[in-house]
């Protein structure tokens, strides 16, 4: 167990949706970064927050967007949503200034 | 061409054998090295984590990094089926950034 918490583990939506995946970091953790796992694509990295504040982007779409809250849990939005979008959506986090990023369990997103 | 290349396999390999699985990179920035094991699309799984050339050992795994060749590498000694799964490398410039992954290599071990 890693300590990085992810809900919900599936989603299951249609075209046009949003939807909303929520990450838990592991105690003591500032930074939360988003990857997006896709059979073709490998895992791809989308957005990092740190303590709050937006620290990088990678290949988001304008259609997602992300904040992490006070407590540190943060959020993933993914709107407009189309066949493409369906894949895994992993949550990692670090702190401490080390390197190590630890994943949570993942959210399957299934656009039907 | 892909900042980090790996084969993709299946590498199948029987129980009790030496395993080895590589990456290249073409970003000399990289500075941190990491291996990753996943299991059936499960979260990735921290095995290994290496900053300079040279090797790290942690029990049946040594990681390997060659940094003026751009090459790393992770031994696993006396596979067993447990070690099926997808083993992906990926690098990092430094603390407080993304990880850049390579596409993964997926390894079966036949008891």
């Known amino acids: 167990d890693s300590g990085v918490t992810q809900t919900p583990k599936h989603l299951i939506t249609a075209t046009g949706q949003r939807v909303t995946l929520r990450c838990s970091p592991r105690s003591g953790d500032l930074s939360v970064y988003w990857y997006q796992q896709s059979l073709d694509q490998g895992l791809q990295f989308l957005i990092q927050y740190y303590n709050g504040e937006e620290r990088a982007k990678g290949n988001i779409l304008e259609r997602f967007s992300a904040q992490q809250f006070p407590d540190l849990h943060s959020e993933l939005n993914l709107s407009s949503l189309e066949l493409g979008d369906s894949a895994l959506y992993f949550c990692?986090?670090?702190?401490?200034?080390?390197?190590?990023?630890?994943f949570g369990p993942g959210t399957r997103l299934t656009v039907t | 061409q892909k900042e980090v290349e790996q084969d993709p396999g299946p590498l199948s390999v029987p129980e009790g054998a030496i395993v080895s699985l590589n990456c290249t990179y073409s970003?000399?920035?990289?500075?941190?090295f990491m291996w990753y094991r996943q299991y059936s699309r499960k979260g990735p799984e921290l095995l290994m984590y290496?900053?300079?050339?040279g090797n790290k050992e942690d029990g049946r795994f040594t990681a390997q990094v060659d940094k003026s060749s751009k090459y790393i590498s992770l031994f696993i000694r006396d596979s067993q089926p447990s070690d099926s799964a997808t083993y992906l490398c990926?690098?990092?410039?430094?603390?407080?950034?993304?990880?850049?992954f390579g596409g993964g290599t997926r390894l079966m071990v036949k008891p």
């Open positions: 290496t900053y300079s050339s």
């Open positions: 990692a986090s670090s702190g401490g200034g080390r390197s190590e990023q630890y």
């Open positions: 990926a690098m990092i410039y430094g603390a407080g950034n993304m990880l850049t």
């Open positions: 970003n000399s920035a990289f500075q941190y």
